[in-house]
């Protein structure tokens, strides 16, 4: 079983950037796709951008197309999403986890404990 543990997030100002990591352990890492998700308080789990087993097919979200950016390490088993031109409405809790494919919709069981972003005006 695959165990994520998600670093990186903090406070920030608009316009700022952040970089989260996700490190999972166990052998069966390259068997995921693997994604971020985003919840903000109040609101629904949204899906930010996933990336395939291989790395070579990625998925971002609408809301945060142009500004972030999924990538993986397959030899470190770390993924990693970097945030640019941050706003107030990317703040949430952001979770790594690890399922099937890269579609929204697409089932994810496996998920990181997150970790918080918060962007300020």
């Known amino acids: 079983q695959v165990q994520l543990v998600e670093s990186g997030g903090g406070s920030v100002q608009t316009g700022g950037s952040l970089r989260l990591s996700c490190a999972a352990s166990?052998?069966?890492?390259?068997?995921?796709?693997m994604a971020w998700f985003r919840q903000a308080p109040g609101k629904e789990r949204e899906l930010v951008a996933a990336?395939?087993?291989?790395?070579?097919?990625?998925y971002v979200g609408d809301s945060v197309k142009g500004r972030f950016t999924i990538s993986r390490e397959r030899a470190k088993n770390t993924v990693h999403l970097q945030m640019n031109s941050l706003l107030p409405e990317d703040t949430g809790v952001y979770y790594c986890a690890g399922g099937a494919g890269v579609r929204p919709g697409d089932e994810y069981d496996v998920w990181g404990q997150g970790t918080q972003v918060t962007v300020s005006s």
């Open positions: 990336i395939s087993l291989s790395g070579a097919i990625s």
């Open positions: 166990g052998r069966t890492f390259s068997r995921y796709a």
